[in-house]
């Protein structure tokens, strides 16, 4: 998302979207849907090799469309920020390692778990390590939506603040 947006920026094509009447929340809505069916496809990959079926199946299918909702947004929120697509790109890059990798290493260390659990990454993780054996927790859904809440907030400040509105 954040190349996507960080491009259409830079080549001024969405400046032209938004003069042509293309609301914000639109251009999100179509440029975020076809990330998601493309990262759902793999999803379904996943689902399939991992055996999930059932109520399972649908858990996970849930969990992960959290996890690309939000990856999304928060890649849709460095689009926005960045000059560029080589800004974005270098922002980006290591934002989602520290998403990705924050799972991983609490597992490894109560430290990084504590100071972990506020992300959605982390909270995703446990839902998807669950799967099957506990159900899903308050906290997880709370977490997952401040996270939520935060980035559109987010991302709608650093839209304002740009002038793309």
């Known amino acids: 998302m954040s190349a996507i947006i960080s491009e259409e920026k830079e080549k001024n094509t969405l400046r032209v979207l938004m003069m042509s009447n293309v609301k914000p929340a639109e251009y999100l809505l179509g440029v975020g849907a076809y990330v998601f069916v493309m990262c759902i496809a ?93 159900a899903v927790s308050a906290e997880s859904v709370v977490v997952i939506s401040i996270n939520f809440v935060l980035a559109v907030v987010l991302f709608t400040v650093a839209y304002r603040r740009k002038g793309l509105e």
């Not at 996970?60 to 460095?78: C, Y």
């Open 42 to 134: 793999g999803t379904v990959v996943f689902a399939v090799v991992g055996g999930y079926s059932g109520a399972d199946l649908a858990l996970f299918i849930a969990v992960m469309s959290a996890g690309i909702i939000l990856s999304e947004l928060t890649g849709a929120v460095i689009g926005v920020f960045s000059r560029n697509q080589m800004t974005a790109t270098s922002i980006t890059v290591p934002v989602m390692m520290i998403f990705s990798f924050l799972p991983m290493l609490s597992m490894f260390n109560d430290t990084i778990r504590t100071a972990a659990r506020v992300t959605y990454s982390q909270q995703l993780s446990e839902l998807i390590n669950g799967i099957g054996t506990t």
